[in-house]
């Protein structure tokens, strides 16, 4: 079974950067198409509450994010390190939240999915808090 696990996260003040990094210990990542994902203070909603952040297809050739953080974060992966990175600038208090890492192959090498549903396995996530 593959087992992610994302680190980097921590407090940052309104305006600074972090960088979060995915990586599993027992399989390569090269296969699999990534997505990152968040999910904001409050009760518990399981999966289907995570707000879908960015994706990075297996090929690395396609990149895509939500809105709210385009041209502030960006997601590589480096095959060779079997990891997988989101630097994240410009922080703002609304990307508080854990972050967690998702990877599923079988999709084609331009896949990049923003869907829950998508992905099977999951990360135990990594709280970014961002205030001042």
Not at 11 to 16: A, E, I
Not at 22 to 42: H, K, M, N, V
């Amino acid at each position: 079974q593959l087992q992610l696990v994302e680190s980097g996260g921590g407090l940052v003040q309104p305006g600074g950067s972090l960088t979060l990094s995915c990586t599993a210990s027992e399989f390569t990542l090269d296969p699999y198409t990534i997505g990152w994902f968040r999910q904001a203070p409050g009760p518990g909603k399981g999966r289907e509450g995570r707000d879908w952040v960015s994706c990075i297809s297996t090929s690395g050739r396609v990149t895509k994010y939500v809105d709210s953080v385009r041209g502030r974060f960006t997601v590589s992966r480096d095959n060779a390190e079997n990891t997988i990175t989101l630097h994240m600038n410009s922080l703002k208090s609304e990307d508080t939240g854990v972050y967690y890492c998702a990877a599923e192959r079988g999709y084609g090498i331009n896949f990049c999915g923003s869907s829950t549903t998508a992905f099977d396995n999951w990360g135990q996530g990594t709280q970014v808090t961002v205030s001042s």
